[in-house]
């Protein structure tokens, strides 16, 4: 079965600087994706970012980007800059190709400090 | 666009009790899903449809859970007989394709 690990249950990061999130996960699928969703405290999850599995190039959303190391079954968010309005959870999911179920992790609770 | 719309937003019922809950999908996004949030744990997966086809039930849907998709637009999930450890966040995503999933805020269930 697949499992998503996120180890870290909360992050703090100063305002401008820059964090990493950690997740791993685990599977034997070699078509996937893996996603980073942000959920704030209003709720509503966003998608953040996504890396198809099959893509070598680490994917990069403006102040955003992943350290996708396949081999490793890691996939690390690094946020650069950070503001305060990226406080938030943080969940890392994944998707097994061909189907439509997400897995998440448990999640990162990120504080920006002014 | 106006987003994925959950309603209600928060719900507490007494043990036993019925409840309902609605979400309203992005008017042309044809799948749908709902999943459970409880507290320190992220979404789990609980049921999928494909325009108003249910294609997938989690075994976490015990047979107090139902949800429907009549037409293929709003969806709806009942828990009958509701107990407290079905207290918890119900979330509800619509998507075009599997690429992109936009949540609703959910709504948060406490069963006293």
């Known amino acids: 079965a697949q499992t998503v690990t996120q180890s870290q249950p909360e992050m703090s990061v100063q305002e401008a600087e820059t964090v990493t999130l950690s997740c791993t996960y685990d599977?034997?699928?070699?078509?996937?994706?893996l996603f980073w969703y942000k959920q704030p405290p209003s709720r509503q999850m966003i998608l953040v970012i996504r890396?198809?599995?099959?893509?070598?190039q680490n994917a990069t959303e403006n102040r955003f980007s992943v350290n996708f190391q396949k081999a490793a079954k890691s996939f690390s968010l690094k946020i650069s800059d950070s503001q305060l309005g990226d406080a938030a959870m943080y969940f890392c999911?994944?998707?097994?190709?061909?189907?439509?179920?997400?897995?998440f992790g448990t999640g990162t609770r990120l504080k920006v400090l002014a | 666009d106006t987003g994925v719309s959950q309603d209600p937003r928060h719900k507490i019922t007494k043990r036993g009790q019925n409840v309902t809950f609605r979400c309203d999908p992005i008017?042309?996004?044809?799948?749908l899903y709902w999943y459970r949030q409880t507290l320190g744990q992220g979404p789990e997966f609980l049921t999928y449809?494909?325009?108003?086809?249910?294609?997938?039930k989690s075994r976490l849907l015990s047979d107090r859970f139902s949800a429907e998709r009549p037409k293929g637009s709003f969806s709806t999930l009942e828990i009958q007989r509701t107990e407290q450890g079905d207290s918890a966040m119900y979330l509800c995503?619509?998507?075009?394709?599997?690429?992109?999933?936009?949540f609703g805020s959910g709504t948060q269930l406490s069963v006293l």
């Open positions: 995503a619509s998507s075009l394709t599997n690429e992109k999933l936009f």
């Open positions: 599977t034997s699928e070699s078509d996937y994706y």
């Open positions: 890396q198809e599995a099959y893509k070598q």
């Open positions: 999911a994944y998707r097994r190709g061909g189907t439509y179920k997400y897995i």
């Open positions: 008017s042309e996004h044809n799948r």
């Open positions: 449809f494909q325009n108003e086809a249910q294609l997938e």
